[in-house]
Structure formats: structure tokens, C-alpha cells
């Protein structure tokens, strides 16, 4: 047991030195992958409510926008147009650019 656990200790290290050590995220890459994903919807179902959330999805599928222009272009024709809170739509990262 005490060979294996050495072997796979000395494994975990090679793997962290030569593969995972230096990796850093594109964040430009990750933000237009996230902001372009219709899965966004399921963050915003708990704010937005389901039958609002399906109907963004099912826009943003049909028209080709994105998640996030549907749910900010709805933002900016509602009463919360005058707030650039974005925390009540659980999607603050994204909003701040």
C-alpha cells in the first residue's frame, strides 16, 4: 500500500508540473461563451421566474440573439431601466463590463 500511495503521489505531482501549472483562464473567451450559452437561462430563473425564462430562451434561439441582449433589452424597456443594478437579475459579473 505504501508503494502505491508514493507512485501516486509522485504521479499527482509530474501531472501538476508538466500539465496544470501555468493554465490560466481567457477570460474575453469565457465571458463570450457564458454570455453567449443559452443555459444562461437556468441562472436566471429564480429572478426572472420560469415561463419568463423559457420565453427569452425560445426567443434567443429563434431570432439568434443572445441571452443576455433578450434580458437586458427587456431590462432597459422596464421600470429598471434607470438602475444599472444588475444584482437583482443574479448576473452582476456579466453586467459589469
Known amino acids: 500500500m505504501s ?17 496544470v501549472d501555468g493554465i490560466t483562464a481567457n477570460e474575453e473567451t ?9 443555459g444562461l437561462v437556468t441562472a436566471l430563473s429564480p429572478s426572472l421566474g420560469y415561463v419568463a425564462s423559457t420565453a427569452i430562451a425560445q426567443e434567443a434561439l429563434r431570432s439568434g440573439r443572445t441571452v443576455l441582449e ?27 463590463r
Open 3 to 19: 508503494d502505491g500511495m508514493t507512485h501516486l503521489s509522485a504521479a499527482c505531482r509530474t501531472l501538476a508540473a508538466r500539465c
Open 30 to 38: 469565457l465571458r463570450h461563451r457564458v454570455e453567449n450559452s443559452i
Open 70 to 96: 433578450l434580458v437586458l433589452s427587456r431590462r432597459a424597456s422596464s421600470s429598471a431601466a434607470n438602475s444599472n443594478d444588475c444584482s437583482a437579475l443574479r448576473i452582476w459579473p456579466i453586467c459589469v
